[in-house]
């Protein structure tokens, strides 16, 4: 089971803080009791989000210059 953690950089524990917590935790519950009903056990999503980004890049860069060359 994934159970992921984050940190909060804070004096003090505000109400809307509890609140956001809570909202959390109660949506956690929500979804795990769905799972095990189901079956379904969470699992990391598993892709190259790298080769994605450089290749988008590289296409918007192809585009502008495109766009460029054709102003002129």
């Given at each position: 089971m994934l159970m992921p953690k984050f940190i909060m950089?804070?004096?003090?524990?505000?109400?809307?803080?509890?609140?956001?917590?809570?909202?959390?935790?109660?949506?956690?519950?929500?979804?795990?009791?769905?799972?095990?009903?189901?079956?379904?056990?969470?699992?990391?999503?598993?892709?190259?989000?790298?080769?994605?980004?450089?290749?988008?890049?590289?296409?918007?860069?192809?585009?502008?210059?495109?766009?460029?060359?054709?102003?002129?």
């Amino acid at each position: 089971m994934l159970m992921p953690k984050f940190i909060m950089y804070a004096d003090k524990e505000t109400d809307s803080m509890k609140a956001a917590i809570d909202e959390v935790n109660r949506r956690r519950e929500i979804q795990l009791a769905y799972n095990e009903k189901h079956g379904i056990t969470p699992q990391t999503i598993q892709k190259a989000i790298r080769a994605k980004l450089v290749e988008e890049q590289e296409e918007e860069k192809t585009t502008r210059d495109n766009e460029r060359n054709f102003d002129i």
